[in-house]
């Protein structure tokens, strides 16, 4: 069965017709061309799809494209404004917060909406009610949907500190 | 994967009736667990009647003083929202235990409720299992079974349901309403899940068709006080070995109320009315909660990877009511 979609994919509108077993994240890759959201586990545990969603981050993994026509999509390579990188971005780069990169377009989106979250005080099971300032076991609780095999998490939690300032 | 259509849901009648006339329909919320299910092999649907959109997004007061929570309420909206947090700190609590954050961005409140278990033999299709395939044998119970139930098991199956969500609305009394093709009901969250028995592949009292609109949680004084403690092989983005939710009254050191539900220990969230009939009147002590605990874990029987899950649930629910009660001190 085929279903037309049409999604904004970093800034253009993009129509497609996808199978409707089409994931999102297959739609964006193997349709669209769209490389910047990886695939890894494609089970919903490593993260490296994760995208912003009309605005949220999100995996795309486990969610169909054919739910999604309308939507906005951005993705870490939409983020950046002309030459000037997202403020996330250059943290990574700032802070060495990568090894392979694998997982880091998947990662910096997250560190984006996570950022945009807590910014509108949504709490934590760090926090529990209200939350506090965003201190290392806050970024490590709220990027623990992100995994990074080459261990980068240091450098990924400095970045997202210097992100926060 | 098998090919399926896929339509959009207007309406909730509309959305009911689809699936109710179609043996091998699915509504679809999120997705995160049924489309992991769909590439797995597990769930074979060839339909899915997608409801994430229907108009079940809102979290609003109740005139009696108790809210109401749409089922496509996402996790992570309901866990932020003001009123939730204040007034069932639980709730809050049980749902960023779970899962990740990307993942509460999709998963919504029906979806959390109806998640399948995590049992790795349900999910792996090379291997027997009663849930997924009624008659095929149990390969947990000579198998891994360190996450699996304690308590109301059967010779059939032996899985734990995983939603924390679930385990904080079995202590908080809540309502679920569920819109079938001809009515209405509503069921206590405690009926809805049920026990194995020898029908493992049904986790739910749910019908085929039947559809969780809401779910009212009442408004119960004691939950201003509650708390949700998850025990897990790791500190984040991992399933319960053992959960606890919790709210208690304690008034000059007798408990004179107490609201207590396990989770990891059953095929259903485990409401512990044994438990709380001790606690009730009691002094508010370590040793009381601890004979509470023993009280309602004495029925179980653990299996060879998971003969510290009685001891566990203990030291979790006697480190939530500490906590509790301290701050009632």
């Known amino acids: 069965m085929d279903a037309e979609i049409t999604l904004r994919v970093d800034g253009t509108e993009r129509t497609v017709v996808v199978d409707t077993r089409t994931t999102l994240l297959d739609a964006l890759r193997e349709r669209l061309g769209v490389m910047s959201p990886k695939k890894g586990c494609d089970h919903g545990q490593c993260g490296s799809c994760t995208v912003l969603l009309d605005g949220r981050r999100v995996i795309t993994c486990l969610t169909l494209a054919a739910a999604h026509d309308g939507a906005d999509v951005t993705t870490a390579a939409g983020l950046a404004d002309g030459a000037a990188l997202h403020p996330v971005q250059q943290a990574f780069l700032d802070q060495d917060a990568f090894q392979c990169g694998y997982c880091t377009p998947g990662q910096i989106c997250s560190a984006v909406g996570m950022l945009d979250e807590a910014g509108r005080g949504w709490p934590s099971a760090v926090t529990g009610g209200e939350p506090g300032p965003l201190d290392d076991a806050e970024i490590r609780e709220r990027m623990s949907g992100n995994l990074c095999r080459c261990g980068a998490y240091a450098g990924i939690v400095r970045a997202i500190e210097q992100a926060a300032r | ?228 403690r998850k025990v897990r092989d790791r500190a984040s983005y991992a399933f319960a070995l053992v959960s606890v939710a919790a709210a208690v009254d304690v008034e000059d050191g007798t408990v004179r109320d107490a609201r207590v539900a396990f989770g990891g220990l059953a095929h259903k969230p485990w409401r512990a009315h044994r438990a709380e009939e001790v606690l009730r009147g009691a ?44 701050e009632q001190a």
């Open chain 2, 283 to 326: 002094p508010a002590t370590d040793d009381t909660v601890r004979q509470a605990a023993e009280a309602e874990l004495a029925a179980a029987t653990p299996l060879p990877d998971n003969a510290f899950k009685p001891r566990m649930a203990t030291g979790a629910l006697v480190a939530t009511l500490r906590e509790l009660t301290r």
């Open chain 2, 1 to 228: 994967m098998i090919p399926f259509d896929y339509r959009r849901a207007d309406d909730v009648l509309g959305a009911v009736t689809l699936v109710h006339e179609h043996e091998n329909a699915a509504f679809l919320g999120g997705g995160t667990n049924l489309v992991d299910h769909l590439k797995l092999g597990v769930a074979n649907p060839d339909l899915l009647v997608d409801v994430s959109r229907l108009p079940l997004d809102h979290v609003e007061p109740l005139p009696d003083g108790g809210v109401r929570i749409g089922a496509a309420v996402r996790n992570s909206d309901l866990a932020a929202h003001p009123l939730v947090r204040r007034r069932y700190p639980v709730l809050s609590q049980a749902l960023l235990s779970g899962a990740s954050g990307q993942i509460r961005n999709l998963a919504t409140t029906a979806g959390n409720l109806l998640q399948r278990t995590r049992c790795v033999y349900f999910t792996d299709v090379t291997t027997p299992c009663n849930k997924r395939e009624p008659g095929s044998g149990c390969a947990a119970l000579a198998g891994y079974n360190r996450y699996h139930a304690v308590l109301g098991a059967s010779p059939h199956c032996v899985a734990v349901h995983p939603s924390d969500l679930a385990v904080a609305l079995v202590a908080l009394d809540a309502v679920i309403h569920v819109q079938g093709p001809d009515s209405a009901r509503t069921i206590r969250a405690e009926d809805l899940h049920r026990l194995p028995g020898d029908e493992p592949d049904r986790d739910t009292v749910l019908a085929h068709g039947e559809l969780i609109t809401a779910v009212d949680v009442p408004d119960l004084p004691i939950t201003a006080r509650s708390r949700y």
